[in-house]
């Protein structure tokens, strides 16, 4: 049996969080003993116990990639779990702690997509990014296409990458008497159409574009319910931007249930420029059928293929993307088209059991 740790150093769950736990509810305990290593009073500890995984908290390692103080508190839970694996969710620390401790595999993996400076695509930048690579990582998983390209382009080793998608429990469809409710909590008219964007109230998510869009779709006499699900920096700005477009959206706030929202949507919605790979509330929503209007940005175009289970738009582009969704909402065959093609292409790509077994012959290797 192999012995694996987790480390991560999220205090609330977000992707790399869900991903954590998808692999704790799917992983074969008869290859595996897992232990996660998370912040002190991180939201994830309750949940990966209620998942009966071993959890160790960990001082000074909160929601920062690298500390000294968190390099030395990783290096005794490390002595104490002497692990075969260790793989980090970012943390540098965690990488250089399992260095240091002696482990010989050390498993990094990518959550976000971003943008690469100026300064790290250097020689100079390629050159340290190599080198703190090869001496602190063995393997790197990347959850997009385009977090593979980021890596490439600081001058990480591709043949070190694997790109691995995310992948999920599908949701469980509601009842028509359970939609019926969700709806009037919601505030959905009969009849009313919803297209709904759940992510982070942060600039890059492209909330902005959504309200634009939102606005020229209202312009043009239909009758669609606008929602955004989430909190966030950007909460006030973009409350203030949406009052002076005239209200065309919803703000309902942080939602501890999202999947309930997802399954009163007709069209997910994801206007991300920043920090996009493979989002888990697109494949939430794949996993009902439920067609998407995204962004060309990041991992989205590794999810969503323009015409087949949703529509692309270029970044920014709110008359584009009110385009698309108009589309969905005129022509029902192709909708219904849409539909079918969602929960296939996830069935076939985007699984829980799929991304478990992926992540698990890394570690086998």
Do not use: W
């Not at 991180?42 to 995984?53: A, D, F």
């Not at 939609?179 to 919803?194: A, D, L, P, T």
């Not at 999202?258 to 920043?274: C, F, M, Q, R, W």
């Not at 698309?324 to 093609?341: D, Q, T």
């Amino acid at each position: 049996m192999i012995k694996v740790l987790n480390i991560i150093s999220d205090s609330n769950i977000g992707g790399a969080g869900k991903c954590v736990l998808i692999f704790c509810e799917n992983y074969d305990r008869t290859k595996i003993d897992l232990t996660v290593a998370v912040p002190q009073n991180s939201k994830l500890k309750p949940e990966i116990e209620r998942r009966g995984v071993k959890v160790m908290e960990v001082p000074f390692i909160s929601d920062i990639s690298f500390s000294v103080k968190g390099v030395k508190a990783l290096m005794k839970i490390i002595k104490e779990v002497r692990p075969d694996v260790v793989h980090t969710h970012a943390s540098m620390a965690g990488r250089i702690a399992a260095r240091l401790s002696g482990v010989k595999k050390i498993v990094y993996t990518l959550h976000c997509v971003y943008e690469p400076s100026a300064k790290m695509k250097s020689p100079a930048g390629k050159l340290l990014n190599k080198t703190v690579s090869k001496l602190f990582t063995t393997d790197i998983v990347a959850v997009a296409q385009a977090a593979k390209d980021n890596l490439t382009a600081v001058g990480i080793n591709q043949n070190n990458i694997r790109v691995i998608l995310n992948g999920i429990t599908p949701l469980v469809p509601l009842s028509e008497d359970e939609k019926s409710f969700e709806r009037k909590r919601f505030g959905i008219n009969e009849g009313q159409k919803v297209v709904s964007i759940i992510a982070r109230l942060e600039p890059v998510k492209g909330h902005k574009c959504f309200i634009d869009a939102a606005h020229i779709i209202h312009e043009r006499g239909y009758d669609v319910k606008f929602i955004i699900a989430g909190t966030g920096t950007a909460e006030k700005n973009l409350h203030e931007y949406a009052a002076a477009k005239g209200n065309d959206v919803e703000f309902v706030g942080f939602i501890p249930d999202p999947e309930k929202l997802i399954s009163v949507t007709d069209i997910s919605a994801n206007a991300s420029y920043g920090t996009e790979a493979t989002s888990i509330s697109l494949l939430e929503g794949m996993s009902l059928g439920v067609p998407a209007v995204v962004s060309d940005y990041g991992g989205n175009p590794g999810v969503i293929k323009d015409g087949v289970n949703g529509y692309l738009f270029p970044t920014h582009d709110a008359k584009t993307m009110a385009d698309k969704i108009e589309l969905l909402l005129n022509n029902e065959e192709k909708y219904g088209e849409i539909s079918k093609n969602a929960l296939k292409i996830f069935k076939e790509r985007f699984t829980a059991d799929i991304y478990t077994k992926n992540i698990e012959s890394v570690y086998l290797k």
